[in-house]
């Protein structure tokens, strides 16, 4: 009996989109390093569609498993279907977490918000502040699911 | 290569261990209690046992009772020393802030209770100072339990100071020797020790064994009522092939304990040159006095779960003081109690090794370790940070 599933430590072993995009187009970080949780996402976004994503995880093995696969999962996506990511969808697609780890699909759905809300902030593109985690907030990141 | 190096969560069972333990399965099934021969036989084991366990530490072997383990041992310390100072109308305590929970936690029961609980502070080096304890000492300071050495950065407490200190006061002293049995030499009576603790898991015996130590006239509560098994104290019918084992791996332990400290200290001391080469990391607890195989650092940057989860990859067995691998969200409180920031405490490693470890285990960790720590890094955007100067660095 292995603390994770085969998927979450195929992501945490081989991570996929690991790394930073210099001319991101929207960036988002979330987590706090207090409760030893950070995630930092960066999108590169054409005709309203996420065309690269790369991440980098401070984290446990969920964290970087949860990150991994959540860019698999949101690239090629429109923002609006990105922004419709749930953590639910990230833990049924590693095949399960913890239920201590939960929080680490939060992040990484966080993680793919904020990223959205800074492309939009920057371009200064009218969105429904109320669908985006507040920014500041270690309530989220230690938020037990 | 398999390299388990978490002797301090638990450890492989001797063969000497296993051999008392399968012989009296085999052998010796009868109960300590029953009056006929077979039960007297196991009897005589139980004594046997309770003569080597007491002669490990200069104590009297009806000094000595059986538990399950180090838990029930500190338990049962703590509460028979509250209950005694209280009869006497002193209810007031003294410990550290980064006692095992097995103390901490017994103590948090005794303070809904009523009683008084002061957690002195431990210094950045991992240690109490008897003149702590010393200055802390009341009137109606009934027990002080200071464990002998920490069982997550090893650093290993003046104990015979402190022991010294609570005797000239009057005080009953105990110590939660889990990780110190069978591994550095224990007096009870130069050091001043009322009441121990151990457990035969951590010295290459079974687990679900321990023992405790009470000096002569200090009147146990029973945490289990039952039978008049252990004089009354602990109910239950003796678990005799595990107390035999738990006999035989300290004798066998203390007897080695010279050539294994030597042995051990240099593994360690080779372990900690070669891991402090590695950027922004650093040593938890004073080096010295420090248990001949533990090792402890934090590494900026990263998280302790993923780094532990890549040396299994690799074979080697560790443990960290991240909140991840607690199950909690907050890491180590050792950690904490030595002034580490959550976020450093986050990325702890701890590589706790033995006698049975050689000097290649210990050449392929310090192989391993480094790529793993630096590919870790690069992708934490907190190493990022640090790099960059946008946070700085602690380590």
């Given at each position: 009996m292995a603390l994770y599933t085969e998927t979450v430590m195929d992501h945490f072993m081989h991570p996929r989109n690991v790394g930073e995009i210099a001319d991101a187009d929207g960036v988002g970080e979330v987590g706090n390093a207090k409760c030893g949780d950070i995630m930092k996402m960066y999108l590169k976004i054409q005709d309203n569609k996420i065309e690269d994503v790369k991440f980098e995880t401070f984290g446990c093995g969920s964290a970087i498993a949860s990150s991994s696969i959540a860019t698999e999962m949101i690239k090629g996506r429109t923002l609006e279907d990105a922004l419709a990511l749930t953590n639910q969808e990230v833990v049924d697609a590693l095949g399960g977490l913890p239920a201590h780890k939960l929080h680490c699909s939060v992040l990484a759905e966080e993680a793919v918000k904020s990223a959205i809300q800074d492309y939009y902030e920057k371009n200064h593109i009218e969105y429904d502040h109320s669908k985006f985690p507040k920014k500041e907030d270690c309530e989220s990141c230690c938020r037990m699911v | 290569m398999q390299v388990y190096a978490d002797n301090a969560a638990t450890t492989r069972m001797h063969q000497t261990a296993i051999d008392a333990m399968t012989y009296h399965l085999n052998n010796t099934f009868g109960n300590p209690s029953s009056l006929y021969t077979i039960g007297q036989q196991a009897k005589e084991v139980l004594e046997t046992a309770r003569a080597n366990m007491a002669a490990c530490f200069g104590a009297q072997p009806r000094e000595i009772y059986f538990t399950s383990g180090g838990s029930e041992a500190d338990n049962q310390a703590i509460t028979s020393a509250a209950y005694l100072g209280a009869r006497k109308g002193k209810k007031h305590i003294i410990s550290t802030t980064f006692e095992h929970h097995a103390v901490l936690h017994t103590l948090k029961r005794l303070e809904k209770q009523g009683f008084e609980v002061t957690l002195l502070d431990v210094h950045e080096d991992g240690l109490v100072s008897a003149q702590q304890v010393a200055d802390a000492i009341r009137d109606d300071t009934c027990l002080v339990t200071i464990m002998f050495a920490n069982n997550e950065i090893g650093t290993i407490q003046p104990i015979e100071a402190i022991g010294a200190v609570c005797h000239a006061r009057g005080v009953l002293f105990h110590t939660d020797a889990v990780q110190a049995a069978g591994h550095v030499k224990i007096d009870v009576n130069a050091m001043h020790i009322d009441m121990l603790s151990l457990s035969a898991h951590k010295f290459h015996g079974p687990k679900g064994v321990g023992m405790l130590y009470a000096r002569r006239g200090i009147i146990l509560t029973n945490l289990i009522e039952g039978g008049a098994q252990e004089r009354g104290k602990r109910g239950g019918t003796e678990n005799v092939p595990g107390i035999a084992a738990m006999a035989a791996a300290l004798k066998e332990a203390c007897a080695n304990m010279d050539a294994n400290t030597k042995k051990v200290t240099a593994l360690r001391d080779k372990l900690i040159d070669g891991i402090s080469k590695i950027p922004h990391c650093a040593l938890n607890g004073a080096r010295e006095p420090r248990l001949p195989g533990n090792v402890n650092f934090c590494f900026e940057g990263i998280e302790g779960e993923s780094l532990l989860l890549l040396l299994d990859a690799k074979g080697i067995s560790a443990s960290s003081g991240s909140a991840c691998t607690s199950g909690?969200?907050?890491?180590s409180h050792v950690l904490l109690a030595i002034g580490r920031p959550h976020e450093v405490a986050h990325g702890s490693l701890r590589l706790t090794i033995c006698e049975d470890n050689t000097e290649e285990e210990i050449d392929y960790i310090l192989a391993e370790l480094p790529p793993i720590v630096e590919y870790l890094r690069n992708m934490s955007p907190v190493w990022k940070d640090l790099m960059s100067g946008k946070r700085q660095f602690t380590l």
């Open positions: - | 909690s969200l907050d890491p």
